[in-house]
């Protein structure tokens, strides 16, 4: 066989280059940057700061002696030169307390040092303008993506130890092999496989070593099922600012209801009071109309909404912290509920209620489920739908075939990620006890697809979730989105009222 002839690819570069006369004449004559003019002028620390310091005493009393390893993560190519928007991961935000869009590449490295660790930050800081960087780097120039910080407004930010990211791949492999280093693996693959590439260079254990990796990404994520009070505030506004979107998206009805694909035009207005109010949806939205709801996480959003049908909205802004809410609404698009629709509603409110009449201290996460489908599993036998009794489909053994129309689960944390604390083992959340200071949701459902033969025809393609937030408290529970009505009659005069163009 022949062999292959290499053949050179031209890979076209457009850039037109830049003259030497250019390049001359562009570090020159910009005004000084305002911190260095006076340190007077340098950020003041972000709120989160001071509440990821007391996170940090944690991380570091539970590591004795190593490095960790926690990356922001990259940008994420969507297509050709034009990345994903930027988020940091969950547990580099929670430990460092940057958000929004805080910091593509960095990396942040408990370092242990005499007595506990050193907290440093590892990021791209601001070039001087004599730096090429400032107009040809679309990355990181000035010219490009703005203003960025220096180390010293960095510092004042965030109240870390912050450094060049240039000095990290030298701090992240010294003395690799004697002591203890762990990272957080999914956060930057680029950082993970240079570890274990060293690592391997090294002779070192690659297995023990991920398992080590795997226990900090654990910790890290049951660490934060216990909110502290900044954490509840965050929330409380994320919430708060969820209800604005909503009552916005609510008015709109008529508008998305006359122009047709008016799922999208929901989803739209949700995603302008989003990227108004706060940093971002916390998810992709969900608005389904009618049969829609059926389809749990229907987020193609493309149909029509009509009048007479219901809209299902499972929504919720996340806020510059990170922190986000999770709401679903389930709203008559003509302000009125049907008896049909009323029906399944009331029942779902009712599973909801009894859910959070069991979120309270004493009880375990999964008695909240329970309460929950108890009310489901006897609707569903007053309505004559199960082919046993409540009680036997209740036995998860050999029952179940209540699920057949709630198939997903009533609860899960709630923080900086929408199912936040995803790694913690069973233990430490189905059976775990309930602990003030958890946020969780409830949010029951029932969905009729209009395909089911088994239900009575009026009640096809009716599907109905309610969701809230809850925060455990002492004795019980605080609904953290109380500001949305829930009753079926309060949700009517509520619409009513927002559509006689009542301002707050
Ligand atoms: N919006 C996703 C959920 O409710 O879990
Ligand atoms: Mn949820
Ligand atoms: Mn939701």
Redesign the pocket.
């Known amino acids: 066989m022949a062999e292959a002839e290499e053949k050179e690819v031209e890979i076209p570069n457009r850039q037109v280059k830049f003259s030497e006369a250019f390049k001359e004449f562009m570090p020159k004559d910009w005004a000084p940057y305002p911190s260095e003019v006076s340190p007077a002028n340098l950020p003041a620390p972000l709120p989160a700061s001071a509440p990821a310091k007391a996170r940090r005493e944690k991380l570091s009393a539970a590591f004795p002696g190593e490095r960790l390893i926690l990356p922001a993560g990259g940008l994420k190519v969507r297509n050709n030169d034009c990345d994903y928007a930027f988020r940091p991961h969950s547990a580099f935000a929670y430990e460092t307390g940057l958000g929004e869009d805080r910091e593509p590449d960095s990396i942040f490295i408990m370092e242990p040092v005499e007595g506990g660790h050193e907290a440093r930050f590892y990021f791209h800081p601001r070039v001087p303008r004599t730096d090429p960087e400032f107009y040809s780097d679309s990355t990181y120039g000035e010219m490009w993506v703005g203003q960025r910080e220096s180390i010293d407004e960095m510092a004042a930010l965030t109240q870390l130890d912050v450094r060049d990211i240039s000095d990290a791949d030298d701090v992240m492999k010294e003395n690799l092999k004697e002591m203890g280093v762990r990272v957080v693996r999914d956060a930057d693959p680029r950082v993970t496989e240079k570890i274990d590439g060293w690592r391997e260079e090294l002779g070192i254990d690659l297995a023990y070593a991920q398992k080590k990796d795997d226990e900090l990404a654990q910790w890290l994520s049951l660490e934060r099922m216990i909110k502290d009070e900044f954490e509840i505030a965050e929330m409380q506004s994320a919430c708060d600012r969820t209800a604005t979107a909503f009552e916005g998206v609510v008015r709109q009805f008529p508008e998305a209801i006359n122009r047709g694909r008016g799922e999208r035009w929901v989803e739209g207005v949700f995603g302008l009071y989003s990227r108004h109010l706060g940093n971002d949806v916390g ?1 992709g939205s ?1 608005v389904a109309g009618g049969d829609h709801a059926n389809t749990l996480h229907w987020v193609r959003n493309d149909g029509d909404l009509r009048s007479g049908d219901l809209v299902l909205i ?1 929504a ?1 802004i996340e806020i510059e912290s990170l922190y986000t809410a ?1 709401v ?1 609404r389930t709203l008559p698009l003509n302000g009125k509920f049907t008896d049909a629709q009323r029906k399944v509603y009331d029942a779902v409110l009712e599973a909801q209620q009894a859910g959070m009449a069991a979120a309270k201290p004493g009880n375990k996460f999964k008695d909240v489920h329970q309460a929950a489908i108890e009310v489901i599993a006897r609707k569903l036998e007053e309505w004559g739908l199960l082919p046993v009794s409540a009680e036997e489909t209740l036995d998860p053994e050999k029952g179940g075939q209540w699920r057949r129309w709630m198939v997903h689960g009533t609860s ?1 944390h709630l923080g900086i990620d ?2 936040d604390c995803a790694l913690a083992r069973n233990e430490d959340y189905r059976e775990a006890e309930l602990k003030p200071g958890m946020v969780i ?1 409830v ?1 029951p459902g029932i969905y009729f697809k209009s395909t089911d033969l088994l239900v009575p025809e009026e009640l096809r393609g009716i599907g109905v979730r309610i ?1 809230d937030d809850i925060v455990i408290t002492e004795d019980g529970c605080r609904v953290l989105s109380d500001k949305l009505p829930r009753l079926a009659d309060e949700v009517e005069s509520w619409m009513a009222w927002l559509w006689a163009g009542a301002k707050k």
Do not use: C, L, R, S
């Open positions: 998810y969900i499972d919720g999770d679903t899960h929408v199912h949701t949010e969701e």
